[in-house]
Structures are given as C-alpha cells and as structure tokens.
C-alpha cells in the first residue's frame, strides 16, 4: 500500500503526507502546530504517526511548523546541509543530513531527493516508493532540468507546481522586482512550464496528477487543470488541486 494526502498546498503553508503498510511520512511542514494537528485529524491521522519529517528548502511557507512539531513529538528532521545551516529550522530533536544526489530509507519508504533550480541554500525534492509503486513531487522550482525530467519519469503519482499563470502575473499587483523573481529561473513553475514537463516525460504509469502551489492571486485550479490536461489529452476533471485550505483527500497508488 502506497498512499498521499495533502494537509495544504500555497504560499500560506505546505505539508505533504506519504503512508505505506509501515511508516508515515511528513514533507515540510508550513503550518503551526496547532493547525497541522487539525489537519491531520481531518485526514484521520496524529503526529504520533509521522516517522520523520523530509524538508525541501528553508522559505517560510515550507518550514514554518517543523521545528516545534519535530520538538513536541520527538520527530527526526531530514534534510540537507544547506537547508540546515540556513539556521531557520531552530533547535531540532534530531536532524539528519541528506545528499540530494543519493537515495535513501526511511523503514519501509525509498526516498530518492533530487536539486532544483530555487532561490533557497540547498533546494530539492523527493520520489518515494515502497519497491512497487512511485510518488514524484515536484515544487518550488523555477525551471525543469533534463536530471528532473529523467527522475520523474515513469512515477506512477505526481505532485506538480503549476504556481501562476503568465498574463495573470504579468498583469498582477506584485512589484516588479517579485514578479521577476516568481517568473525567473529560480522561482516557481507557471502552468505551461508544468505542461511542457509532462510532455517531455513518460507518463504511461499515471495514476494521479495533482496540481500543487497553486497562486492564490495570480492563477486558477481551472486555468491549471486546463492546461494539464491539454498536455495529458485527458479530460480536465482528472486533474486534482491540492488546495491552499484543504489540500487534497487520501490518493491510493495501486
């Protein structure tokens, strides 16, 4: 068994949880600890089940809750040095130090991490799978890679950044400066740069495509969806929306 759900996606707070037949994985965490035991309540889990905590990068919306769920319930911190020595995850339980470029176990999880191009100290995500089955996410990025492309292909599950939509940023209330920095090399993916990475991979095992960090301001779920499955020649509908207040139910990979 191989199973996500997402506690919240958006640049209010992230958290993603990962559960095989043994073990309970938390990525980031972005929320308080008060509001991410409400949210694991409402997806029938505690924090007494998270076997660790994995970390992406150390921007706020990322990392705002780690440090004090890892403290109250003695949860081990993964990520890498770079992340760690930002100094803005504060005193941890216990912290492990990972190389994006090598796989590792967390029990019964295969946890493979991977770079991306971000504006953060040491910026990566994750593919985990139990032997059988894969989970690619894939967030807080500004730009695919060719070593992206080639992780992520053939997964049977996807979380994919589809953050803003080019006009609607362009034509947005952020400074100049932050539209630069959302739209850069270094920023966040918008819906076609999300689009043109499922084409450029093997999607033939796809189970489940969910569009993730999605702008509240600057983009739609259906402008998202819209544009996924235009890519997908699927209907429109089978694109999910991890949701900023909500994220999304319980997805099994079969």
Request: net charge negative.
């Amino acid at each position: 068994m191989l199973r996500f759900c997402s506690l919240g996606s958006g640049s209010k707070g992230n958290a993603l949880l990962v559960h095989s037949e043994k073990t309970c994985i938390m990525i980031d965490n972005g929320f308080s600890v008060r509001e991410t035991e409400k949210r694991l309540a409402a997806c029938g889990m505690n924090a007494e089940d998270i076997s660790a905590v994995l970390v992406t990068h150390e921007h706020s919306d990322h990392i705002n809750g780690v440090g004090a769920l890892a403290r109250k319930y003695k949860i081990a911190v993964y990520t890498t040095r770079g992340t760690l020595s930002s100094g803005r995850l504060g005193e941890l339980p216990s912290s492990k130090i990972i190389n994006s470029h090598t796989s590792f176990a967390i029990d019964d999880l295969e946890v493979q991490p991977y770079p991306v191009p971000h504006d953060a100290s040491e910026p990566c995500q994750f593919v985990i799978g139990n032997g059988h089955r894969r989970l690619g996410i894939l967030t807080d990025t500004g730009s695919s890679t060719p070593h992206i492309e080639e992780t992520l292909s053939g997964v049977d599950a996807l979380m994919l950044e589809c953050n803003h939509d080019v006009e609607m940023l362009e034509h947005g209330d952020y400074p100049y400066n932050v539209k630069m920095r959302v739209a850069g090399d270094y920023g966040h993916l918008n819906n076609q740069q999300a689009a043109r990475l499922l084409m450029n991979i093997d999607t033939s095992s796809l189970q489940h495509i969910v569009a993730a960090h999605i702008s509240e301001k600057h983009n739609t779920p259906e402008l998202a969806q819209s544009t996924l499955s235009k890519a997908l020649h699927c209907h429109r509908d089978w694109i999910a929306v991890a949701e900023q207040s909500t994220g999304i139910s319980w997805r099994e990979i079969c």
